[in-house]
Nanobody, 123 residues
Framework: QVQLVESGGGLVQAGGSLRLSCAAS????????MGWFRQAPGKEREAVAS???????YYLDSVKGRFTISRDNAKSTVSLQMNSLKPEDTAVYFC?????????????????WGRGTQVTVSS
């Protein structure tokens, strides 16, 4: 069973930065793409960033140039560096493991999910 545990959320002023981390259990972390999703109240869950097994990346248009996803296969972790945060980035952020190794950008392509961490950006 794969477990994903997020950390690093919190409250930050607009323009500030946060770094989210996700620790994964299991021995096959490096084989799978990993993603960060977010869900704001009343809105659908959306893919923020994804990283394939070999480091290819995908970003939601609204976060390009501000967010950076990275992975450390030796430590089975995936991180999301978020800079120049905006109030519209406020949401619960989820770490997820994809069903395969290539880039995935839809929630249905992910089989394991963390419990989420709250990110709140004040104006």
């Amino acid at each position: 069973q794969v477990q994903l545990v997020e950390s690093g959320g919190g409250l930050v002023q607009a323009g500030g930065s946060l770094r989210l981390s996700c620790a994964a259990s299991g021995r096959t972390f490096s084989f799978y793409a990993m993603g960060w999703f977010r869900q704001a109240p009343g809105k659908e869950r959306e893919a923020v960033a994804s990283i394939s097994w070999n480091g290819d990346t995908y970003y939601l248009d609204s976060v390009k140039g501000r967010f950076t996803i990275s992975r450390d296969n030796a430590k089975s972790t995936v991180s999301l560096q978020m800079n120049s945060l905006k109030p519209e980035d406020t949401a619960v952020y989820f770490c997820a493991r994809a069903r395969g190794g290539g880039i995935r950008s839809t929630a249905d392509d992910y089989g394991y999910w963390g419990r989420g961490t709250q990110v709140t950006v004040s104006s």
